[in-house]
């Protein structure tokens, strides 16, 4: 509170700083047992600003009791507190259209600070989203996006300079996997308001231990981490107003190449993946059906065979290295906490070998059946791994569907296989119907299969 009385006493003319500060009733859990405990909420405004409005920064200053809690998350509320700091002393920051709320509680004892701000504090009324910040290992340059909600709040993350967000994240901490809760839970969970959820979970070897200390704090980590904050809190109170921002639809966040990042409507995503899938496969389709009619019937059971394949193979390399993981967990469970690359080469390598072998059996199988699908001789190997492209990505995309349909963020990461394969496979086609022109099959085959099975791999992964 010292801090903030400073800012306040050094900030720019027409800012507001008002401090709440409330001794909470008294919890108990395993482990904690407090009589009561301290909530400190600040509030920014200016003249400009709508104050039935706010945005919630919120972090939390205790630790668990077996560690110091430096990075979890002393890094959080330095980092609320640095972006409190930068808008007061930015004289362009005093036309906030929203307020900008700060809540600093306890949250290792079931989430009470971020309870007690929307049970006791007259402010939380005008609470309109919420953006938290968490950390679960080592503070390291990037912290992840964990869980997203209301596409017209997570749209800023858009400008953000140091983006990051995996989708399979998201699912599992909504399908509670993580064995974690933060205190977005209550915010979103139980008050249904829209924000983000931010933590470091780099090297979870560290998180609640004696090890959480300031070593763990790399350079630059909370610049960054700050960065985005700002960027976001301009991007949602500096331009705009939360009064009339809408929690109507979800939103999906896919980190790219280069540190792009899209974000999606969730009904926009749908669309997207549904028409790009359907078009791909039904230019392929057409296209082969022109180009091979001679030979539908042996292709359409070569692409049986192939479909097969297809969802052994991806079976068993999901389930491998998984059934691996299960045992290595329970022999040691900080084996992937303290060496993320032990399960990335575990469920690669298996991905990899999984699908050799069923390609070796499905090659074999169909080497047996040749002379009588093809009896004038046409068929060579190529014609079989055409097949297989395309049922890999027909299966992968009857895979995203479901999975979407599951409410799994991750299966828009699938939507790469599902386009790619028949994409090429249709334009290859395509062109040999126009111009008659067979190109050398081995290089195309070969590119082919470095593409499409490298998102396999890496789905399956």
């Known amino acids: 509170m010292d801090e903030f009385q400073h800012m306040n006493d050094t900030k720019e003319p027409g800012f507001n700083v008002e401090i709440d500060y409330r001794l ?3 919890t108990w859990s395993p482990g904690f047992v407090f009589q009561s405990y301290p909530v400190v909420a600040v509030r920014l405004s200016s003249a400009d600003t709508d104050l039935g409005s706010a945005l919630v920064i919120d972090s939390h200053f205790d630790s668990a009791p077996e560690g110091p809690g430096i990075v979890d998350d002393i890094s959080g509320v330095v980092t609320a ?31 009470n600070g971020a309870r007690s701000f929307m049970a006791d504090f007259p402010w939380h009324n005008t609470t309109k989203a919420v953006i938290n910040l968490e950390a679960a290992g080592k503070a ?8 997203q909600s209301g596409f017209e709040v997570v749209k800023s993350y858009r400008e953000v300079p140091n983006p990051l967000a995996v989708p399979l994240v998201h699912d599992l901490f909504r399908l509670q996997l993580f064995g974690a809760r933060t205190d977005f839970t209550i915010y979103n ?4 308001l829209p924000g983000m959820d931010f933590a470091f979970l780099t090297h979870a070897e560290t998180y609640h231990t004696m090890q959480d200390t300031m070593s763990q704090v790399a350079q630059g980590a909370l610049q960054h981490l700050g960065d985005n904050v700002l960027t976001m809190v301009d991007e949602l109170i500096l331009q705009h107003s939360l009064t009339d921002v809408k929690h109507d ?29 359907l078009a791909a496969h039904l230019m392929c389709s057409a296209a082969t059906a022109v180009c091979c009619r001679r030979h539908l019937r042996p292709l359409l059971l070569l ?6 394949h297809a ?9 491998t290295p998984a059934a691996f993981g299960v045992l290595l967990a329970w022999v040691n469970p900080m084996t992937f906490a303290a060496n993320n690359a032990v399960l990335i080469a575990m469920s690669v390598t298996c991905s990899l070998l999984t699908m050799v072998l069923c390609h070796m059996a499905a090659f074999i199988v169909v080497a047996g059946f040749q002379s009588k699908l093809f009896p004038d001789g046409t068929y060579d190997h190529h014609t079989f791994q055409w097949a297989l492209l395309l049922a890999i990505s027909l299966f992968y995309f009857v895979l995203c569907i479901a999975f979407m349909a599951m409410g799994l963020r991750f299966a828009f990461v699938l939507v790469y296989p599902c386009v790619l394969g028949p994409t090429l496979l249709g334009l290859h086609y395509a062109v040999t119907a126009v111009t008659g022109f067979i190109p050398d099959p081995s290089a195309k085959v070969s590119l082919c299969f470095i593409v499409v099975y490298t998102f396999k791999v890496a789905a399956e992964t």
């Open 303 to 308: 692409f049986c065979v192939a479909l097969l």
């Open 189 to 192: 969970g139980d008050y249904h």
């Open 81 to 111: 507190m640095e972006v409190a700091r930068a808008v007061l002393h930015q004289h362009e920051r005093r036309a906030l259209r929203s307020a900008l709320i700060f809540v600093f509680g306890i949250e290792e004892s079931g989430l």
């Open 140 to 147: 390291v340059q990037g912290s992840v996006m964990l869980q």
């Open 311 to 319: 969802a052994i193979s991806f079976a068993v390399g999901v389930i």
């Open 249 to 277: 639809d979800d939103a999906v966040v896919l980190s790219g190449f280069a540190g792009m990042v899209s974000v999606l409507p969730l009904g926009g995503a749908w669309a997207l993946v549904i028409v790009l899938g």
């Open 24 to 26: 909470t009733e008294g």
